[in-house]
């Protein structure tokens, strides 16, 4: 028998139809650490998500190292770059990745990687996304800002920093997200018309 535990569940009094509404991808933070308290509540906010049959395939890797997030910066930038092709879109991407002034984790204190198990009958990635949104919109209702970095797939993949962070070699990281104090309130991103492909309706 799998052992039952109890979710920690914190009431934050924010409907969560204003979480969806309000949670903005955050790239500007203070220096104020994130509790590990906290942090522990924004896990277990993400493994309330679904999983398909329900394989719970996530785990997680924090990283609340300034010197290790640099570093892991510098080699995603390399890494992207090294991945754009040399000439056409990706242009103003590229000039981002080229200022030394550029961190792909800005000045978050706190990373949180959402590996997915490998090898499972249902592919981890949908379930690692969901537990993602899940954590974003618990960090947005607790006060928190968070910003996904996809940037930073890539060099989290590479066997080398897997093995730095304790990541086993039958899991891909699938999802960083930044976890923070911010510094500023984004301006809402302007969202386009959803298109509804066809509303199918009885005669
Ligand atoms: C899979 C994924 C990867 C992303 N990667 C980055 C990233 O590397 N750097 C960044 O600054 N924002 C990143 N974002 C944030 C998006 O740019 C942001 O969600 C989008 O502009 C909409 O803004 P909003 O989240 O405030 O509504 C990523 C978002 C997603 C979903």
Request: aromatic share 6%.
């Amino acid at each position: 028998m799998p052992t039952i535990r109890q979710p920690r569940w914190v009431r934050s009094g924010v409907d969560v139809i204003d979480a969806i509404y309000q949670r903005r991808a955050v790239r500007e933070y203070t220096p104020r650490r994130v509790a590990t308290e906290l942090v522990e509540t924004l896990i277990d906010a993400a493994i309330q998500a679904p999983s398909a049959v329900n394989q719970q395939p996530w785990a997680f890797v924090v990283v609340q190292d300034a010197e290790l997030l640099a570093r892991v910066s510098d080699r995603a930038k390399q890494l992207c770059l090294a991945r754009l092709p040399p000439a056409g879109p990706g242009g103003e991407l590229r000039d981002v990745l080229l200022d030394p002034a550029f961190r792909v984790f800005y000045d978050a204190t706190t990373l949180i990687v959402i590996c997915g198990r490998q090898g499972t009958s249902w592919p981890a990635e949908e379930d690692c996304c969901l537990a993602a949104q899940n954590l974003m919109l618990a960090a947005h209702a607790l006060g928190l800002g968070t910003c996904p970095i996809g940037l930073a797939r890539g060099a989290l993949n590479e066997a080398a920093t897997k093995g730095e962070l304790g990541i086993p070699e039958d899991h891909a990281v699938v999802m960083p997200i930044l976890v923070g104090y911010p510094r500023s309130t984004p301006d809402p991103v302007p969202r386009e018309e959803p298109r509804i492909l066809r509303w199918v309706r009885p005669a």
